[in-house]
């Protein structure tokens, strides 16, 4: 019983992240940015979007939730995290001979309400 209850839970959040990087893809791409991949993975980790913005290579961090009650998706990007994603990034453009003039991480924070339209925030250039 409980291998079914987590087994839905894993699904449920998979899904939720799915809708979110959906959602994130096409408000960036609304505003003009240009999608290069999406889920791309190494050993070190998973970017969830690669995008161009001009000139400029974009790694964007997608965080859904459906409330605030045990944080905010800005908080789940620890330093660490943050880290991470810049070496990504790097790893991402020498995978594919590219070398980028500037690199910017971003986050696309989704707030899925229980009824409506999903809230979008696009943070640009974590620090």
């Known amino acids: 019983m409980t291998t079914r209850t987590t087994g839905t839970t894993a699904q ?3 899904a939720l992240g799915a809708y979110g990087e959906h ?5 960036l791409v609304e505003a003009g940015l240009v999608v290069l991949d999406r889920n791309w993975r190494c050993d070190e980790g998973e970017i969830d979007l690669v995008l161009r913005e001009g ?3 974009v790694v964007c961090e997608v965080k859904t939730r459906t409330s605030t009650d045990r944080g905010t998706p800005h908080e789940a990007v620890t330093a660490a995290k943050l880290d991470r ?3 990504l990034g ?3 453009a020498q995978a ?3 070398r980028p003039g500037e690199t910017r991480v971003d986050l696309v924070a989704v707030l899925r309400p229980p009824r409506g339209a999903a809230v979008v925030e696009h943070v640009r250039g974590l620090c």
């Not at 959602?23 to 408000?27: F, I, S, T, W």
């Open 12 to 14: 449920s959040k998979q």
């Open 23 to 27: 959602v994130a893809e096409r408000h």
């Open 55 to 57: 000139r400029v290579l």
């Open 85 to 87: 994603l810049h070496r």
């Open 90 to 92: 790097q790893r991402w």
């Open 96 to 98: 594919r001979g590219l």
